[in-house]
C-alpha cells in the first residue's frame, strides 16, 4: 500500500469488463461516451449490473476487476451456461473501492473512497497553561468517546484502532471518530510531567527552619572554639622564631655605645625653695662630687633651698650649692658621701664643625636618662636668655653650639657629647615656636632649635666657681646703647648713673674708642647689635687681645685692644 494510492492507471472503481470472449489483464478505460452517460447518471451503473450475460454457450471467462463481488467465477473452470446465467442474474452488491481500508486512519486518507465525508473544521483554540483541564473536544453524533491518550504520546500521533468487521455494502461509512476528534492544535488534557497520580508539592517551611537551626548551631559552635583558641593561644601551644642572645656590647661611636659611656656621669637636679621648684640635668665634674649645670637650673633654691640629685642608677644624694654665674648661666654643686663617681670627659668646642653628629643627655619634663642624637647646625649663634628679673641682672649672653638634637624642658644643664662620649657643650636653651608657651600655659617642645654653651667657656666657667666661687667677666670698659636700631654697637654718650660712656684708665680708653663710635667687627666677624658684641667678647677669656672695628662719621677705623675682666655680681 503506497498511502492508499493506486500506482497503476486510474480506474474507476465502477468500470467494468467490455463484453466478448478472451481475458482482460486490467481494467479497460470505459469508452467516452459511457464515461459521460456515466457522469450525468449516476444510477446507470447499478442497473447495468444486474442485466443478463449474452455469452452461455461458450466457458465462461467472467473477469470483474472489483475485489469484493460475491460470485467469481476463475477462467480455467468449465461451468454449464445454465450456472453462468444463474449467477449473472443474481444481485449483485455495490461494488467495493480499489484498495482496502487504511486501518491506522491516516490523515487525510482515512476513510476508502471518495463517498467519505468531510472532516470537521478544525478551529485553531490557544493552548492551555501547564496542567490546566482542556474542554471536551469534538465528537461526532454516534460515535463512541474517545479514550485518553498516555501522557507521554504526542497529541498528533493516534493507537491504532482495533480491528472492526467490513463496512457495510448500503451506504458508505464515516470517518474514524478517531480522526474526527484529532485537533492538531490541542493541549494535552493533563501536564505532560504527570505520570498516574497527581504530584504533591512537598513543604519546604520544616526544611528552611532546620536549615537556618543547623547554620545557627554550626556558627556558635564556630565561634566559641574560635574564642577558646584565641584565649588559649589555639589548641596547640605556639612558639613564635625569636632571635638567639646576642652580645649588648655595641660600637663606642654608635649612639648606644656612647649612651653607655655617658649616662653612669649624668645626674637629674630637683630644686625647690621658696615658691618655686624645679627640674634640670647636670653630669659630674671630678670625683671629689663636683656637678656642673645651669644657673636657671638652681636658681629657685635660692640661698637656703633644697637642691637633690639622683644619679642614672637610682641613688639619691643631697647637694650643695659651690657658686653661680648668671651671665653665663652656669652654676657648681657638690655631693658629698657619695663613692664611685665617675666624671665625664671633657673634649674641645673650638675642634667642633658643623654637622658633626651628637647626643643629648638629660631628664625632659622629668624623665631622667632620656637620650636624644642630632648634628651641630650652627656654631658661634649668639643667644641671650633670661631677663624674667627685669633689671637685666639674669640675662645670659651665650656663644652658643646650635643642635637639632631634641632639648625639651629638664634638659637644660645636661651634656651635648660627641662621638667619642666627650662632652662639647651644655645644654641651656631652646628655640621655642611662637611664645613658646604650650596649649596649657607651660613651656613648648622643641622644634630642632636647641642652645648649647660651649665647653671651652664652661670649663673656665667652672673653674672658677670651684675655685673662687665666683667667676669673671672680660670686659673693654664701655656702656652700649641697646636702643640703637642701626648695624653695629653703638658707644653710649652718657654710662649708668650719669657716668662716662668710656671707662677711663679702661681698655677701650687706651686703645682711642670714643662715645659714639659704632663697633661692627670683631675679629673680623660682623656684629649687628649690642648684644651680639657682649657675646662675642664673652667667648674670649680676660686678657685676650682683640681686633675691633669702628666707624666714627665717615670714616672706619680698626684698633687692637687687651680685655679687662670684671667679677661677676
Partial sequence: MNDGKPTGAKAKWWSRPSGGSGSASGPEAPAPEEAQHTQQDPQAAPAAAGAPTAHADTTAALTDTTAHTDTTVRMDTTVPADSVVAAVTE?????????????YSTPPYGGPGPWAPAPPVQRPVPTPAHGTPVPQQYVAPGAPQPQ??????????????????????????????????????????????????????????PLLIGAVVLALVAGGTGGAIGAYIERNGGITQVELPQAGHESGDRAPDSVAGIAASALPSVVTLHVSGGE????????VLDREGHILTNNHVVDPAGSSGDISITF????????????????????????????????????NSDNVRVGDPVVAIGAPFDLQNTVTSGIISAKERPITAGGEKGDGSDISYVDALQTDAPINPGNSGGP??????????????????????????????????GFAI????????????????????????????????????????????????????????????????????????????GEELIVKIRAHRPGDRLELTLERGDAERTMTLTLGSADSS
Fill in 91 to 103: 444481485p449483485v452488491s455495490r461494488p467495493q473501492p480499489l484498495h482496502a481500508p487504511d486501518p
Fill in 148 to 205: 485518553p491518550q498516555p501522557l507521554h504520546q504526542p497529541p498528533h500521533v493516534t493507537q491504532p484502532l482495533p480491528p472492526q468487521a467490513p463496512p457495510s455494502q448500503d451506504r458508505p461509512q464515516p470517518l474514524s471518530s478517531v480522526w474526527l476528534q484529532y485537533d492538531p492544535w490541542s493541549a494535552p488534557g493533563q501536564p505532560l510531567t504527570h505520570h498516574g497520580e497527581p504530584v504533591k508539592k512537598r513543604r519546604r517551611g
Fill in 276 to 283: 618655686e621648684q624645679g627640674t634640670g640635668t647636670g653630669f
Fill in 312 to 347: 642614672s642608677g637610682g641613688e639619691t644624694a643631697d647637694a650643695t650649692l659651690v657658686g653661680k654665674d648668671s651671665g653665663y648661666d652656669l652654676a657648681v654643686v657638690k655631693v658629698t658621701g657619695v663613692s664611685g663617681l665617675k666624671p665625664l670627659p671633657l673634649g
Fill in 416 to 449: 651635648l657629647v660627641d662621638a667619642k662620649a666627650r662632652v662639647i657643650g651644655i645644654n641651656s636653651a631652646i628655640r621655642a615656636a611662637d611664645s613658646g608657651a604650650g596649649a596649657d600655659g607651660g613651656q613648648a617642645g622643641s622644634i630642632g632649635l
Fill in 454 to 529: 660651649p665647653i671651652n667657656q664652661g670649663k673656665r666657667v667652672a673653674e672658677e666657681l670651684i675655685n673662687t666661687g665666683k667667676a669673671t667677666h672680660p670686659v673693654i670698659g664701655v656702656s652700649l646703647d641697646m636702643k640703637f636700631t642701626g648695624d653695629g654697637a653703638r658707644v653710649g654718650e652718657k654710662g649708668k648713673d650719669g657716668a662716662a660712656a668710656v671707662t677711663p684708665g679702661g681698655p677701650a680708653a687706651k686703645a682711642g674708642i670714643e662715645p659714639g663710635d659704632v663697633i661692627t667687627k670683631v675679629d673680623g666677624q660682623r656684629v649687628h647689635s
